[in-house]
């Protein structure tokens, strides 16, 4: 049991690139979420889902984009990147119905835009 | 819109010192109420929740948490420190309700450093 798998782990991107984070949890969660976290900021929700081909913005959504296709995957993608995109990228999974707040983070992706 | 708020940046404190790390949020209903920690590179650990009843709460690592309605607080306690508690913490309310149901809005942080 992996629990959220995160790729790659690392990155760097030159601006106006694209790239997709790839994320995936074999829990059989319901909802999914991406945040990106800043130091001194705390973690911002970009989206999240609550079922297969079920998406939402959070927070900050701007320059990013989601699917989901299947119960397990919720990628996001970035479209011509900024270097206010720099940042740590972290997927979560919970379950619906009352434990929707017991996320479970996978480990993070840092993103570099230069 | 909920918030949060942790007014200590940085706290260091000894190893077997007591520790309590300040939470403010701000809801216009009962919140359901969290702490998370993250250790260093990686991802965010539940501690502890609280969604009603006994307003003392008990995690894990021995972290416990009380909430204070009439102050708005959340705090975050530990008796003795272990240099292995050394982590960054997050408070971080959800909405009881509504469109807003299972999201989380995150405080900014309270980075812990422990001394031996």
């Known amino acids: 049991n992996a629990g959220v798998t995160q790729t790659p782990k690392f990155r760097i991107l030159k601006i106006g690139q694209s790239m997709t984070l790839q994320c995936t949890q074999d829990m059989n969660h319901n909802y999914m979420y991406w945040y990106r976290q800043d130091p001194g900021m705390g973690l911002k929700l970009i989206y999240y889902s609550v079922g297969a081909g079920i998406t939402d913005k959070g927070e900050v959504p701007n320059g990013y984009n989601v699917s989901r296709s299947t119960t397990e995957d919720f990628p996001l993608r970035l479209e011509l990147a900024a270097p206010s995109q720099t940042s740590v990228y972290f997927c979560?999974?919970?379950?619906?119905?009352?434990?929707?707040?017991?996320?479970?983070f996978g480990p993070g992706t840092r993103l570099t835009v230069t | 819109a909920q918030s949060v708020t942790q007014p200590d940046i940085h706290i260091t404190v000894s190893e077997g010192a007591s520790l309590e790390l300040r939470c403010n949020y701000s809801y216009g209903a009962t919140p359901y109420l969290f702490w998370y920690v993250q250790s260093p590179g990686q991802g965010l650990q539940l501690l502890l929740k609280y969604f009603s009843g006994d307003t003392l709460v008990q995690g894990i690592k021995g972290f416990e948490a009380e909430f204070k309605r009439s102050q708005s607080s959340f705090n975050l306690r530990k008796p003795s420190v272990h240099w292995s508690d050394a982590a960054e913490y997050f408070c971080a309310v959800g909405a009881s309700g509504g469109t807003s149901y299972g999201k989380l809005t995150f405080g900014q942080g309270t980075i812990l450093t422990v001394h031996p």
């Open positions: 979560a999974s919970s379950q619906s119905q009352g434990s929707a707040y017991e996320q479970y």
